[in-house]
């Protein structure tokens, strides 16, 4: 892989601190300060550079804030806290007027071809339209640097794509049209949000090799949106894998690929699918999903998925239940009745707490619930979930459990890359060891 | 500048409005039961049109001719050759009313029409657009509005606007733009609020254009297919709520011009005596108008919304797809 | 092929009309899947292999017509009225779609669904044997049976796509047809799917259709594969038989086209797929395939059995005697007009 220049004056756009939070109830973007309930963190503390001519990918599945991310840099959806400069200017102190002439310099490509065109307007003046908006061009002149556009981007002859509306065109060739429309003004910077997942195999290496020949001939500086490792590795020079709003892993393309750090990254390459036959389904991947951004688990997000999770990583209340599903997802029905009356109500274990009661079920004593919880551990002993378990103790009627506080993860620096986990913290491997002593 | 037509795809069209075309393209595909409605709507329509158009020519009499040559024609005359549908009881003959009653009644409804349309989708674009404190605004009262039967509404408008207008086309005209103001208001708000959020309209607003511009080029086209259709089935029942202000006594005065639900309101006497014919021919005016009316109302909201267009059967027989692939 | 196959297609042939034609969505396909089986159906969109799923089942929409076999425990599908075909889907015949909430029901919590399901199938069972059947079909799935009352909104898109998985095979049926089922889902879920699916053949013995575009999926949790293309089957066989060494270059051609974390260089196959209304005359990859011959142009291939287990609809691969004596020289194709590229 190509090296960066990373001089620092070569910075195209520099994020500090960006977080975009969607408030649940009132209106879209209202400025909110602090961690309430009732928001979606979309973009939870976000810092990183751009730096020009280069391929930043931002990596992730939904959920984890990428195209949240994309739009909150073009100026599109407002940011909540935090700073995006482009060329030196913070554009999220920007007016809606500021930022429209901002947007010569920045464009989007998005993820539906099929969506993204006016389809009440032929492919000249959608194509055309950024010089209209910007009063650039007109009549003729607009017509000849259309017809250019198109042609650069393979629609060629352009003759006889003007005159066209989206619905005459594919896949394929409407995402050249959008790509077209985009490039028309010579911005920039590029986001490409998805470009090529709603397209078929043989058409994305078309649509990725126009991309990477733009960015050869024009200079482009991208920002590649992507769910998909496989085409981020062909046109990214640089990688940030993002989890729930946070970036949990961001380095060159070659240090991601080759010694992938974060057991989030590693999954995500493990779970590509192949097509060698030889290869079967991967069976060791994390399990659950992409939790709800807006109640987010404590401490790293990832850890309730997380095999290597251990002493620090958050565990909450939520975690105990998530454990007990799982238990009782495998036994049969009548199994599952009878230990499931022994423990009370477990709606209790939704709200995330570090230390919580487990309520014994109708006048049972707290004492089998507690049994009942070392059972399970006795079963399950490389369940993660234990690690955090500083004490478990019976009461009247319920069980009590303790659990270790949380450690906020950070971003580290590791090698060639920076990493957001525990496993690579020295700090949080040393307080790790400290809770192990500790345990009761 | 010349377009070669390319081998593999089919030639654009270079019309005037090419737009246009291509809205009205999916009419000529309609099939079946569809195509029939509208064609049977357009018909009727287009001879009522005709009608109202030509009127003086047409028409034998005037609509308030109750005399020729100085003689007054006989009240409640049969229908006979000197009057084709009879004579009601001021001895008017009613196949001229009917005629003219035909202007009257396209001449109020289009005015309306043309009022409710331009008053009531521009509000609806920006309401849906923007969003915020107009939208509500605009919808508690659309809604209010809404809420009334539409008689009722236009009958106290109508009698509001009796002192200061006057009764008559205009008060008649000004009651059922009022009334209908809402209905497009609401669609074309809901839709505008669809279209928002489209990827193509945020595509408008990250190439920086105005929401103005957004409004106009990406919202409206793609919205204002909606109101054709909803026009005529609006049109259809502006005439039957118009011919109920008449009937009631709240529209056209006679001496403005002639109107079916006055007409009919004259004749309700008349049916006691047995005499038919001052009723049912303005009766069977408006319900023809309404019917055809309503077909092209139907018949345009089918085949304009997709989902409802069927598809035509596989014609083409399973045979012969092997032979097909060797003949040239 | 298969001993004693589940389902055996025979020149099934789905068509539909449109305003500019008729469509040959399905153009002669043949295939078997056996019991415990998992047939990989790939191809790029718009090649017919969703159609042909449906038209397996006779899920067909309004003004579609039907020819062929499809024989499943020696009956003919495609000749069935609409009422032996729904007595039959469900317990025999199950299908699951790529947007699992669109087909689980609002208003009806999982337990709800689950029971009516039953219900309307086995009319004989009572109400705890219902919630056992239940409960344990969606614990094998992984949904614990605390959430069996919830309501389908409540849970996220992978968790539904294994309710709906649950819920056909609840009644256990031989067949399963599953269409893109992975397509809308995130890429580690979409592997703890699939790994289900590939599960069933032990825990249920379903055969299973697998139809998807995705070759890296077929790859991993398929037996057998079938390649589609314009309507047609171009190459089945073994998995790894097809992808190792595939025999049509359309196969060749879109494993290169393949984006995986080895891909060292872009590759893509110039032109588009072609129109099922008025496909290309002789073969239908002919345009855009490297390889074309002479005779490809002319005359539609025949089918040509590589083994016991291999077929191909190519003319690389004969008949010799029915090529013409020029039919074998290169065929020179016009450059493809760009505007003909996707």
Known sequence: MTAVNSAKDDVLVSVRGLKTYYSLRGSFGQRLVGREAGHVKAVDDVSFDLYRGEVLGLVGESGSGKTTLGRTLLGLVPATEGSVSFEGADITRMSERELRVLRRSMQIVFQDPHASLNPAMTIEQSVGHPLTIHRIARGRELRQRVAEALETVGLAPAEQFLEKYPSDLSGGQKQRAVIARAIILNPLLLVADEPVSMLDMSVRAKILELMLYLKHEFGFTYLYITHDLATAKFFCDRIAILYLGRIVEMGPSAAIYEDPKHPYTKALLKAIPEPDPLRSVPRDLPRGEVPDAARPPLGCSFHPRCSAAFEVCGWESRDLRDLLEIRWARMAAAEYEAERATIGDIAALDQPATSFRVAAGNGRPGSEVLALLETIRGEMPDEPFWKGVRALTAADGYAEVELFPPVVPRLLPLGRAHVECHLYDAEALREADARQAARL | ?328 | MTADPVVSVRDLRVYYGTLRGTVRAVDRVSLEIGAGQVLGLVGESGCGKSTLGRGILGLLPEGAVSDGEVLYAGQNLVNMSPRELRRLRGPELGLIFQEPMTRLNPLMRIEEHFSETLKQHEPSLDDREIRRRSLETLGRMGIPPTRFRQYPHEFSGGMRQRIMIALALLLRPKLLIADEPTTSLDVIVEAQILSILADLRQSFGTALLLITHNLGIVAEACDRVAVMYAGQIVEEGTAREVFSEPAHPYTRELLRSTISLDTKELHSIPGAPPSLIEPPRGCRFHPRCPDAMQVCAVNPPVEQELDRDRRVLCWLHGPAEEVPEDGWSPLERQELAVAEEA
């Open chain 2, 1 to 328: 500048m010349a377009v070669p037509v390319p081998s593999s795809v089919e030639p654009a069209q270079r019309t005037r409005l090419p737009g246009l075309r291509r809205a009205l393209a999916p009419i000529a595909d309609a099939r079946g039961t569809t195509r029939t409605m509208l064609w049977l709507g357009v018909g009727i329509t287009l001879a009522f049109i005709l009608i109202a158009l030509f009127a003086p020519l047409i028409a034998p009499y005037d609509f308030d001719t109750f005399q020729a040559n100085g003689e007054r024609f006989d009240q409640l005359e049969a229908p006979s050759t000197d009057h084709l549908m009879g004579t009601n009881v001021q001895s008017t003959d009613v196949l001229s009313r009917i005629i003219w009653g035909t202007q009257t009644e396209l001449k109020v409804v289009l005015v309306s029409l043309f009022f409710s349309i331009s008053i009531g989708v521009p509000l609806g674009l920006f309401a849906g657009y923007f969003g915020g404190k107009l939208d509500r605004a605009l919808v508690l009262v659309m809604d209010a509005l809404f809420v009334f039967p539409f008689l009722l509404l236009a009958i106290v408008i109508a009698f509001l606007l009796a002192d200061k207008v006057g009764q008559g086309i205009l008060s008649a005209a000004i009651a059922i733009t009022v009334v209908y103001i809402p209905l497009y208001f609401r669609v074309v708000r809901n839709h505008t609020i669809s279209i928002r959020e489209e990827p193509f309209v945020e595509a408008a607003r990250a190439l920086g254009a105005r929401p103005l511009t957004i409004i106009r080029k990406y919202v409206f086209f793609n919205v204002v297919q909606n109101v054709p259709p909803l026009a005529t089935l609006n049109a259809a029942d502006a005439i039957l709520t118009l011919a109920a202000l008449g009937f009631l006594g709240y529209g056209i005065q006679p001496t403005d011009g002639a109107e079916w639900g006055y007409d009919v309101n004259r004749a309700v006497s008349d049916a006691a005596s047995g005499i038919w014919w001052t009723g049912l021919f303005p009766g069977l005016a408006i319900v023809l108008l309404v019917v055809g009316l309503t077909l092209l109302g139907e018949g345009l909201s089918e085949t304009i919304n997709p989902v409802l267009r069927k598809r035509p059967k596989a014609e083409a027989d399973l045979s012969g797809s092997v032979a097909e692939a060797e003949t040239p």
